[in-house]
């Protein structure tokens, strides 16, 4: 029997111990895949003593970092712990040594990806990261294998979701969106503190490592345009619905050609696209590639043993590529030099939601502004609100470049005759 | 620069054309992932004047096919001329001489898979058939990656898009078969012989390569149980919709325990299943892991382009292993030894639809049949038909062994009272 192939966990959480459960669980799988056992040889805790859901050797533990990272006979780092920058030194330590590292950390990789996968390449090791942006969706992979004989023009996303969950109630039930989210709250699908994931950030990240290895291209965390959920109303929601959409929080990242935009937003799509149907805490990925046209994965974008089973897949990845000696060739650096659109390049159709007062002439001073900057309707529905004297106007325009709507947007706030933009969306595709 | 790759392209038809324009048009792209050039050096055909819609150099064309298969410069031979004994022969002589293979031929893989790829191994080469299956959907190489570190228990395909694209339209137009099936035909979504698709054949093939590759064992074609579309009528789909179910032609791969039972055959899907909304020519593979839950893979199923994508996708991976000299170590010899489900092993709720004279009793005697083997309903529907005298009656059942099931629907057949039994399909889940 070769010798086994030794590895080093910081963090043991839910994640941690689901990577310890199926390392032990999978130990024959694991030895016909690659040839040779693998063993977890020690384990980064916060507290030794406490109680865990997966039975460990206590001997294995250690408090301080450096007793993983700095062991001469592990081979390979997986980063379970979390946290950005003390975490990327401890990985970049590791790197610097030798050792390979697999995570699942979207926050760092989000951020110094880049960086550190340049240290790993100088230092012939892999850095794989296919459990930071959907669990259970081999997507990562699925994007390096597609680019060599396609050009991905466009990824669209359900990334997070906490967010769908929310949403795909919100939608079902009609409930509003506190409700729902003490309800996912309760159930686990989200945070005690829910900022990330509600105002879009968590999607972004994942955004971010998409749309830099599916364009290969240096798109920062900061060149995503970002909007979350915490706005949407049941009113929304039934006018999506009576419209033929459905709302989702969707990471958009789209090349024309040098040229990408990447966002994440709520976002209005029709009933029938792919993504619509994607419910609950699912995620899933439309890829749009010139030659292979649309392409969809889904699956579960959390969760622990989805993401542990991801965090495996990277590891057996590492290990084949240990058994045949050539680690630290599969990161590719960026092909292309970073060239984002401006607003007055980015098209979309807007779904938009304006409270007016209900005078003679008003229409015609709201479609005037629209008609001055070459945007036309789509659909426009009226309707009389409770509030005497004041109507309801929901607008579906045809494309309009974002500097435009902006405009747009502006002119109508400072309209007299104009009470309040209630909503505004982007709506991707036709309605019915 | 390092010296091409050379390429031997058997068949030059619309997928060869598709993939000489592939590698033509990304060649940049193909050497920043490979490293290398690479050049397609010999191609078989027919007919050398024949008018082609993608430009080659005469020079470079062949009706020999020892002209391609013997060239000591060529490194990998694609395959994509279909025909199963003799091109077997010819990817048997090109293995033997060390060259790699890519093949999109489902029919070939399916009967001789398990052959070809001991040869390949044995002769320290690399064949890859990710196009054989669902031409855009990379599903192979995600069960590869999946299969390590975790169990998979269930896959469900659609995996032929003539079929899915005739149930569409039935089921969205209400039109019949024929007239659907011309329509397909006119289109070019179905062959003017369609009965390798209609009948399930097609999907079989591709249930058998998967099967054999995510269960690792030695799946046969003749371990396929097939039942294609061609009896499906504008009654059944109509009742489908009335109970919340979508019918579509769902290959079914399902592992429990040890044994195994692979099929093809129409069956009613809950509308809120993932494989429900896939529409019109597109494909789906659903997988279901132990660790990492439902996974979905969505793309088109076929067309020239998206197989050659998949084609290429492939090269790309051997020409990789070349310049890391690793070939041939990717095929995994299966792990398990085959074991097959018996008939009474194999559980499922069925839909049933028959015609029974409309006397007195006869809904006992009917009922008494399911009651003796222990089967129960989940729904019921009686109506009166325009024959006077006689009655529809549609059932779902709860789950039954298809032993008992078969022996429930031959009592029923031999009962005075049962007109005809109409139809009958597989039920996976729950409607409305």
Same mark, same amino acid.
């Given at each position: 029997?070769?010798?086994?192939?030794?590895?080093?966990?910081?963090?043991?959480?839910?994640?941690?111990?689901?990577?310890?459960?199926?390392?032990? +669980?999978?130990?024959?799988?694991?030895?016909?895949?690659?040839?040779?056992?693998?063993?977890?040889?020690? &384990?980064?805790?916060?507290?030794?003593?406490?109680?865990?859901?997966?039975?460990?050797?206590?001997?294995?533990?250690?408090?301080?970092?450096?007793?993983?990272?700095?062991?001469?006979?592990?081979?390979? &780092? &997986?980063?379970?712990?979390?946290?950005?920058?003390?975490?990327?030194?401890?990985?970049?330590?590791?790197?610097?040594?030798?050792?390979?590292?697999?995570?699942?950390?979207?926050?760092?990789?989000?951020?110094?990806?880049?960086?550190?996968?340049?240290?790993?390449?100088?230092?012939?090791?892999?850095?794989?990261?296919?459990?930071?942006?959907?669990?259970?969706?081999?997507?990562?992979?699925?994007?390096?294998?597609?680019?060599?004989?396609?050009?991905?023009?466009?990824?669209m996303?359900?990334? +997070?979701?906490?967010? +769908?969950?929310?949403? =795909?109630?919100?939608?079902?039930?009609?409930?509003?969106?506190?409700?729902?989210?003490?309800?996912?709250?309760?159930?686990?699908?989200?945070?005690?503190?829910?900022?990330?994931?509600?105002?879009?950030?968590?999607?972004?990240? %994942?955004?971010?490592?998409?749309?830099?290895?599916?364009?290969?291209? +240096?798109?920062?965390?900061?060149?995503?345009?970002?909007?979350?959920? =915490?706005?949407?109303?049941?009113?929304?929601?039934?006018?999506?619905?009576?419209?033929?959409?459905?709302?989702?929080?969707?990471?958009?990242?789209?090349?024309?050609?040098? %040229?990408?935009?990447?966002?994440?937003?709520?976002?209005?799509?029709?009933?029938?696209?792919p993504l619509?149907?994607?419910?609950?805490?699912?995620?899933a990925v439309y890829v749009?590639?010139?030659?292979?046209?649309?392409?969809m994965?889904?699956?579960?974008?959390?969760?622990?043993?989805?993401?542990? =089973?991801?965090?495996?897949?990277?590891?057996?990845?590492?290990?084949?590529?240990?058994?045949?000696?050539?680690?630290?060739?599969?990161?590719?650096?960026?092909?292309?030099?970073?060239?984002?659109?401006?607003?007055?390049?980015?098209?979309?159709?807007?779904?938009?939601?304006?409270?007016? %007062?209900?005078?003679?002439?008003?229409?015609?001073? &709201?479609?005037?502004?629209?008609?001055?900057?070459?945007?036309?309707?789509?659909?426009?529905?009226?309707?009389?609100?409770?509030?005497?004297?004041?109507?309801?106007?929901?607008?579906? =325009?045809?494309?309009?470049?974002?500097?435009?709507?902006?405009?747009?947007?502006?002119?109508?706030?400072?309209?007299?005759?104009?009470?309040?933009? %209630?909503?505004?969306?982007?709506?991707?595709?036709?309605?019915?």
């Open positions: 029997m070769t010798k086994p192939i030794a590895v080093g966990l910081l963090g043991l959480g839910t994640v941690g111990s689901g990577v310890v459960k199926i390392i032990e +669980n999978h130990q024959d799988q694991l030895v016909h895949q690659v040839g040779c056992p693998v063993v977890v040889k020690k &384990i980064l805790v916060r507290d030794l003593y406490k109680e865990r859901d997966v039975k460990v050797d206590v001997s294995l533990l250690t408090t301080s970092v450096d007793d993983v990272i700095n062991d001469p006979e592990i081979d390979v &780092i &997986i980063e379970v712990m979390g946290g950005v920058e003390e975490t990327k030194k401890h990985l970049l330590q590791a790197l610097k040594q030798g050792k390979h590292v697999v995570t699942a950390n979207k926050d760092l990789m989000a951020l110094y990806g880049s960086e550190l996968l340049a240290v790993a390449t100088e230092n012939g090791c892999d850095l794989f990261y296919e459990a930071s942006v959907a669990g259970g969706i081999p997507i990562l992979r699925s994007l390096v294998d597609g680019l060599a004989s396609d050009r991905i023009t466009k990824m996303g359900i990334v +997070n979701g906490t967010t +769908n969950f929310i949403l =795909t109630k919100m939608c079902k039930y009609g409930s509003p969106y506190e409700e729902v989210l003490a309800e996912a709250q309760a159930l686990g699908y989200a945070e005690a503190d829910p900022t990330a994931d509600v105002e879009g950030l968590d999607a972004a990240r %994942k955004m971010a490592i998409l749309a830099r290895l599916g364009f290969s291209m +240096n798109i920062d965390l900061d060149d995503v345009q970002v909007k979350g959920i =915490t706005g949407i109303t049941e009113e929304d929601l039934d006018y999506s619905k009576r419209l033929g959409y459905t709302m989702k929080l969707i990471g958009i990242a789209h090349r024309d050609g040098e %040229k990408v935009e990447v966002s994440v937003q709520p976002t209005l799509l029709p009933d029938s696209h619509a149907s994607v419910s609950d805490e699912y995620n749009y590639g010139e030659a292979v046209g649309e392409t994965f889904y699956g579960p974008g959390a969760g622990s043993l989805p993401t542990a =089973t991801a965090v495996v897949s990277d590891l057996v990845a590492v290990m084949k590529n240990m058994r045949l000696g050539v680690n630290g060739r599969s990161a590719v650096a960026p092909q292309y030099e970073k060239k984002l659109k401006s607003p007055s390049e980015i098209f979309s159709k807007y779904f938009l939601r304006i409270h007016v %007062k209900d005078e003679v002439g008003a229409f015609a001073k &709201i479609t005037a502004i629209f008609s001055e900057r070459g945007v036309s309707f789509e659909k426009i529905l009226q309707l009389p609100l409770k509030e005497k004297g004041f109507a309801e106007i929901v607008i579906v =325009t045809h494309k309009a470049s974002q500097q435009d709507y902006e405009d747009i947007l502006q002119q109508l706030r400072d309209l007299e005759i104009v009470h309040d933009v %209630k909503s505004s969306y982007r709506v991707e595709g036709n309605g019915k």
